[in-house]
C-alpha cells in the first residue's frame, strides 16, 4: 500500500544543516519519554515567535548524521479548540510566521488506545509530510494480553511503523536510526479519506489487516479509580493524600534543613574570622551567605515538594485529581483543564498561568490567570516554613498528625479555594456568553513511573528555584544589606547615642535601626500598623515584591545583626524598639497569623506579572491583579489577626 517516496528537500543533512522532525501526539501518549531519549536531554526551551506557547527543540546524533527534534503541544486532534493546539496545525501547515516547518514528523500511537488514534493519524498523513508512526506503550499490550503485528500495521498505513517503550529505552537507539533515512520514508499509496465515517471505515480496516487484539481492562487501574474517582471516597482519599503530602514535607525535610542551616552558618562565621575588612566581611556573610543562605536553607522542603508532584503525576494519581476536581470547578462555572492548570501554578505561577492555553474558552483563560497567582507556589514555601516555626513548636501534634503541617495544608487549601473563588468573580464579571466546551482528558492506568524521569523532573523545578536564589535573591539581599548599614555612623555619634563602640553587636543593632531600610519601614508603618507588623516586617513584605523568598532573607540579615550567633532565636525574642509597643514581642501568635495569610493572598512576583502582560497583551490585567491581590491579603490579613486576637492567641 505504499507509492514512492517523498521529495527529500534537499542534501543530507551534514551538508546543509540539520532538518527538523516534530514530535506530534496526544498527551499522555509517551511523546516527552521518545522526546528525552532521541535527545539525551539536550533540550533547549522557548516559545513560538509572536506566541507565548512553549516550544523544546534538542538534538539527536547519529553518527555524523543531526536532527533537530521539535517537540509539539499535544492535542487529539488537528481540528484546534485551544491556543497550543492551533500552534500544532499551524506549525504543520507552516502558517506560523517565524516558525519553521517539519522536514518530517514522528507521530506517537499509544497501543492501548489505538483504535482512539488512528483519527489523528489519518490527519497527520493528510498534510502530506514525511511521517513515521511510533507505537508507544507496547509492552503494556502484550502484558494485558492484546496484540499488534508491527509489520502488517505498517503495510496497512503505507508508512514506516516502529514499536518503542520510551520510559525503558527500548527500541530508541532503532529510532534514531530511521531518522536519518526520513528523506525515503514512504507514503500512502492512496491517503486515508476525510469524510468521518468512511474514515472509520479505514481505521478499521487497518486494525484488521494488522491482526489487532485491543488491551484488556488494567484490572489494578479498575479497582483502585473505582475508589479514586468515587465523588465521596475519590474526594476523601484526595484530601487525606494532600494532608499526608505535607506532614511528609515537614517530617522528612526537617533533619537535611538543620544540616543546611548548619552550613551556612559555619561559612558565615569562617567569613568573618577570615575577612579582616568589617564591610567586605558584613556584604559576604551577611548579605550573600546569610540573605541567600536564609533562603537555600528550605531547598529540601522544596526539593521533596517537587519529588512528591512528580511521582504523583508519574503514577497517575494527578490526571485522576483533575478528573475529580471537574464536579468542583464546575460549582464555579470551570472546568477539569483550568484544575490542571491551577495545579501547575503550585510549583510557580507562571506555567500555572501558561498552561491556561489549554482551555478552549478565552473566559475560563483569563479567569483562570487571574487566579493562578493565589495557589500556593514553591516561593511562599520558605516564608511558611519560617513563620509555621515560630508559630508552633514542632512537637505539637493534632491526633496522629503533626500540627506545623496541618497549618501547612489549610494554607494550601486556603489559597486553593480563594483561585476557585477569583475565578468564579472574574468570570461571572466577564463575557457572559458562548458555550461551555466538553472536558476531555486521558486518563492512563496507573504505572510505576521511571526513576529516571522523576528525578529529572524533580530537578528541572528545583533548578528554577536555585536560579532564582543566584539571580533575584542575590541582588535582592545585597540590596537589602546596603540599605540596612547605611548611612554610616561615625563613633561620636554612636557614644552620643549611648552605643558601646566596642561593642559589634550594639553598634551593628544601633545601625540597623538607624538604617535606610528603617526610615522606609517605618514610612509605610502607618498601612501595616493595624496587621502587627514593626518597620522590620515592612521591610521585608516590601522586598517581597521582587520575590517572595527576599522576606526570608530580610528578616535572616535583620536577626544576624540582633544576634549572630543565634539568628533564629533572635526572631523569637525579636522585640518593638520603640513607640507605644516598646519590649513587646513582635512574632506573637496574632502577628504570625495575619503574616500567613497576607502571604497566601499578595501577589509578590514581579516575573508573575510579567508574564501576565504577555498573555493577556496589555498592562490592564496585571494591574488589576495588583490592585485586588494586594487589598484582599491586607483585609484577609487583618481579619485573621483578629480572629486570632479573640481566639486569645
Not at 508573575?608 to 498573555?615: I, K, N, Q, Y
Request: net charge neutral; charged share 15%; glycine share 8%.
Amino acid at each position: 500500500m505504499s507509492a514512492g517516496c517523498h521529495d527529500a528537500g534537499g542534501a543530507d543533512a551534514t551538508l546543509t544543516g540539520a532538518p527538523r522532525i516534530a514530535l506530534v501526539g496526544a498527551p499522555n501518549s509517551g511523546k516527552t519519554s521518545v522526546f528525552n531519549g532521541l535527545t539525551g536531554l539536550r533540550a533547549k526551551t522557548g516559545n513560538y515567535p509572536g506566541v507565548t506557547v512553549s516550544r523544546f527543540v534538542g538534538t539527536a546524533r547519529t553518527g555524523r548524521h543531526r536532527h533537530e527534534i521539535e517537540d509539539l503541544p499535544g492535542t487529539y486532534s488537528l481540528e484546534p479548540v485551544s491556543p497550543d493546539e492551533q500552534i500544532t496545525v499551524d506549525v504543520l501547515d507552516g502558517r506560523l510566521e517565524g516558525a519553521r516547518r517539519p522536514d518530517a514528523l514522528l507521530v506517537m500511537v499509544d497501543a492501548t488506545t489505538l483504535r482512539r488514534s488512528l483519527g489523528f493519524v489519518a490527519q497527520v498523513l493528510a498534510r502530506g509530510l514525511p511521517v513515521c508512526v511510533v507505537i508507544t506503550f507496547t509492552d503494556e499490550l502484550a502484558r494485558r494480553q492484546g496484540h499488534l503485528d508491527v509489520e502488517a500495521f505498517a503495510q496497512a498505513l503505507g508508512v514506516p511503523v516502529l514499536p518503542v517503550v520510551g520510559h525503558r529505552g527500548w527500541g530508541i537507539a532503532r529510532l534514531r536510526e530511521q531518522l536519518t533515512t526520513w528523506p525515503t520514508w514512504p507514503s500512502p499509496a492512496v491517503p486515508p479519506p476525510t469524510d468521518l465515517a468512511e474514515r472509520d471505515a479505514w481505521a478499521e480496516s487497518c486494525l484488521a489487516f494488522a491482526g489487532y487484539r485491543a488491551p484488556e481492562r488494567h484490572r489494578v487501574t479498575q479497582r483502585v479509580d473505582a475508589v479514586l474517582l468515587h465523588p465521596v471516597w475519590g474526594t476523601v482519599v484526595f484530601f487525606a493524600a494532600m494532608a499526608l503530602f505535607f506532614q511528609t514535607v515537614f517530617t522528612l525535610a526537617a533533619p537535611m534543613q538543620g544540616w543546611v542551616e548548619t552550613l551556612f552558618a559555619g561559612l558565615s562565621d569562617q567569613v568573618h574570622a577570615h575577612v579582616g575588612n568589617p564591610w567586605l566581611s558584613g556584604l559576604l556573610g551577611d548579605a550573600l551567605i546569610g540573605g541567600v543562605g536564609g533562603v537555600l536553607v528550605f531547598v529540601p522542603q522544596i526539593v521533596l515538594l517537587f519529588l512528591l508532584l512528580a511521582l504523583l503525576e508519574g503514577v497517575g494519581y494527578l490526571a485522576r485529581a483533575a478528573f475529580l476536581m471537574d464536579r468542583v470547578m464546575a460549582r464555579f462555572g470551570l472546568e477539569g483543564r483550568a484544575f490542571v492548570a491551577l495545579l501547575s501554578s503550585f510549583a510557580c505561577a507562571i506555567p500555572g498561568i501558561m498552561a491556561t492555553r489549554t482551555l478552549p474558552s478565552a473566559r475560563d483563560r483569563l479567569a483562570t490567570m487571574m487566579a493562578a497567582p493565589l495557589m500556593t507556589c514553591s516561593a511562599r514555601l520558605p516564608v511558611y516554613v519560617l513563620l509555621i516555626g515560630l508559630l508552633v513548636d514542632p512537637s505539637v501534634k493534632v491526633g496522629p498528625f503533626g500540627a506545623q503541617g496541618l497549618i501547612m495544608f489549610a494554607l494550601y487549601l486556603l489559597g486553593a479555594v480563594s483561585a476557585m473563588l477569583a475565578a468564579w468573580a472574574f468570570k461571572k464579571l466577564g463575557d457572559r456568553h458562548g458555550d461551555a466546551v466538553p472536558f476531555f482528558m486521558e486518563l492512563p492506568p496507573y504505572r510505576l513511573p521511571a526513576p529516571h524521569a522523576v528525578l529529572v523532573a524533580m530537578w528541572s523545578s528545583a533548578r528554577a528555584f536555585l536560579r532564582k536564589c543566584s539571580t533575584v535573591i542575590v541582588a535582592t539581599s545585597v540590596l537589602l544589606w546596603l540599605l540596612l548599614n547605611l548611612p554610616l555612623h561615625s563613633d561620636a555619634q554612636l557614644r552620643a547615642a549611648s552605643v558601646d563602640t566596642t561593642d559589634s553587636v550594639a553598634v551593628s543593632a544601633y545601625t540597623v535601626d538607624h538604617s535606610y531600610a528603617a526610615g522606609l519601614g517605618r514610612l509605610v508603618a502607618p498601612v501595616f500598623d493595624p496587621l502587627g507588623f514593626d518597620w522590620r516586617i515592612n521591610v521585608g513584605v516590601l522586598s517581597a515584591q521582587a520575590a517572595r523568598e527576599t522576606f526570608v532573607a530580610t528578616l535572616a540579615q535583620v536577626a544576624a545583626a540582633e544576634d549572630p550567633e543565634q539568628p533564629q532565636q533572635a526572631l523569637r525574642t525579636m522585640t518593638y524598639p520603640d513607640g507605644p509597643r516598646a519590649g513587646e514581642p513582635v512574632f506573637t501568635a496574632p502577628t504570625v497569623a495575619a503574616l500567613l495569610v497576607y502571604f497566601v493572598y499578595a501577589l509578590q512576583c514581579m516575573a508573575t506579572v510579567a508574564v501576565l502582560r504577555r498573555e493577556t497583551g496589555t498592562w490592564r490585567w496585571p494591574a488589576i491583579a495588583l490592585t485586588y491581590l494586594a487589598v484582599l491579603a491586607w483585609l484577609m490579613a487583618y481579619l485573621a489577626r483578629t480572629v486570632t486576637v479573640l481566639l486569645g492567641g
